[in-house]
């Protein structure tokens, strides 16, 4: 049968109108799926947005440490009571290890070893009776140049307040980075129980303090509990129902000059 040509053109349209029809229902359905994935990953994939941090650690009582934290000694260094820098309530597991720094000083643990850890380690078990300390001893760098114990790690809620854990000044704020990715704030307090001790907290986050300031410990906030992204692998984390982020301490004896006598 013979079409003319006025019937082939329009034929024709028909046909390019139902391919374009096609064409946007097909780019429709892509971007649909697109929408959908993009809200399933907001949902699904974890995000570096901190833990909520309990009303009652993260706000100062009246002498401006956060509730529940310096009352807990949870090691001693030459005699010297170190107290939990964070409240109770937002403590996830205290842990020690060797460090890779020479002329460090050993924590002496306050409380109970715990043999081993298993994640999800609950505060019940890190707080015996009486508010006694459990902890664990990790690997760690630095195994042949310090002891088991040089390094003190107190895992926290990120945001929480941190308290100075001891009685000093304020002698250097530094800011560095943790391989290189990682900004990070490095704080030394000079210790007041003996002056060539020099205590390094890391890992910690809007300081609070100046450098020259005097810290009591137990009272004086220091700053708040760093967070890192969940691609830093944290050795706390073994036992911990967390990432892992922490407090970390260690204590250096240094000459007169570098404790900024």
């Given at each position: 049968m013979h079409r003319s040509p006025a019937s082939q053109r329009r034929r024709a349209k028909v046909r390019r109108r139902d391919q374009l029809r096609r064409r946007r229902a097909v780019a429709l359905a892509v971007l649909v799926t697109l929408i959908l994935l993009a809200v399933w990953a907001a949902y699904a994939i974890p995000g570096q947005t901190p833990a909520r941090v309990p009303q009652g650690a993260a706000m100062p009582t009246g002498d401006g440490s956060p509730t529940g934290a310096g009352d807990v000694v949870v090691a001693q260094v030459e005699g010297l009571d170190v107290v939990l820098p964070v409240a109770r309530d937002v403590t996830t597991a205290v842990a020690y290890h060797a460090v890779d720094y020479a002329g460090t000083v050993p924590f002496a643990p306050a409380g109970d070893r715990l043999s081993g850890g298993s994640l999800g380690q609950q505060l019940a078990d890190i707080f015996a009776g009486g508010g006694t300390i459990q902890y664990y001893l990790m690997a760690g760098a630095g195994g042949e140049r310090s002891s088991s114990t040089?390094?003190?790690?107190?895992?926290?809620?990120?945001?929480?307040?941190?308290?100075?854990?001891?009685?000093?000044?304020v002698t250097a704020i530094k800011q560095y980075s943790i391989l290189g990715r990682y900004p990070d704030?490095?704080?030394?307090?000079?210790?007041?129980?003996?002056?060539?001790?020099?205590?390094?907290?890391?890992?910690?986050?809007?300081?609070?303090?100046?450098?020259?300031?005097?810290?009591?410990?137990?009272?004086?906030?220091?700053?708040?509990?760093?967070?890192?992204?969940?691609?830093?692998?944290?050795?706390?984390?073994?036992?911990?129902s967390d990432t892992g982020d922490h407090v970390q301490m260690m204590v250096l004896r240094v000459t007169p000059e570098l404790a900024g006598l």
């Amino acid at each position: 049968m013979h079409r003319s040509p006025a019937s082939q053109r329009r034929r024709a349209k028909v046909r390019r109108r139902d391919q374009l029809r096609r064409r946007r229902a097909v780019a429709l359905a892509v971007l649909v799926t697109l929408i959908l994935l993009a809200v399933w990953a907001a949902y699904a994939i974890p995000g570096q947005t901190p833990a909520r941090v309990p009303q009652g650690a993260a706000m100062p009582t009246g002498d401006g440490s956060p509730t529940g934290a310096g009352d807990v000694v949870v090691a001693q260094v030459e005699g010297l009571d170190v107290v939990l820098p964070v409240a109770r309530d937002v403590t996830t597991a205290v842990a020690y290890h060797a460090v890779d720094y020479a002329g460090t000083v050993p924590f002496a643990p306050a409380g109970d070893r715990l043999s081993g850890g298993s994640l999800g380690q609950q505060l019940a078990d890190i707080f015996a009776g009486g508010g006694t300390i459990q902890y664990y001893l990790m690997a760690g760098a630095g195994g042949e140049r310090s002891s088991s114990t040089a390094g003190l790690d107190v895992g926290a809620v990120p945001g929480s307040v941190v308290v100075s854990p001891a009685d000093g000044k304020v002698t250097a704020i530094k800011q560095y980075s943790i391989l290189g990715r990682y900004p990070d704030v490095e704080m030394d307090v000079r210790l007041a129980h003996d002056p060539s001790l020099l205590l390094v907290i890391t890992h910690l986050t809007r300081p609070q303090v100046e450098i020259g300031d005097v810290v009591a410990g137990g009272h004086t906030v220091l700053g708040a509990v760093r967070g890192f992204p969940t691609t830093l692998d944290q050795a706390l984390s073994r036992y911990t129902s967390d990432t892992g982020d922490h407090v970390q301490m260690m204590v250096l004896r240094v000459t007169p000059e570098l404790a900024g006598l």
